[in-house]
């Protein structure tokens, strides 16, 4: 499974309005990921900062510190989930990595 542009771009919206969330990397992507995105490179259209593997959505964000980075990250889950989840997407879990903390 992967996300269409509004899916991704709605997910992406929710974490970067989580507040102590500074900036929103590029996830590694699994195999089926990376294929699509060598699409994407391929046809010059710009990358979803999230990932969905299977039904695994791969999150990376950097915080600014005004709250503590594991609640950010926990704010950073829920919104992303909800926005999931609120598009139709199953998941099975979402993993949020903090790439820097501010």
């Known amino acids: 499974m992967t996300l269409d542009d509004e899916t991704a771009a ?3 919206a929710a974490v970067l309005a989580v507040p102590g ?6 996830a590694n992507p699994g195999l ?3 294929v699509d995105s060598a699409r994407r490179l391929a ?3 710009p990358g979803s900062r999230v990932a969905l593997d299977e039904d695994v959505l791969r999150v990376v964000i950097g ?3 005004s ?5 950010t990250a926990r704010a950073a889950h829920a919104a992303a989930y909800e926005a ?10 979402v993993d ?3 790439a820097r903390v501010g």
């Open 10 to 12: 709605a997910i992406e």
């Open 21 to 26: 969330v500074a900036e929103l990397y590029r």
């Open 32 to 34: 089926g990921t990376a």
């Open 43 to 45: 046809g010059r259209a």
């Open 63 to 65: 915080t600014d510190g």
């Open 67 to 71: 709250v503590p980075a594991p609640s």
């Open 84 to 93: 999931a989840t609120g598009h139709g997407v199953t998941l099975a879990r």
């Open 96 to 98: 949020v990595r903090i």
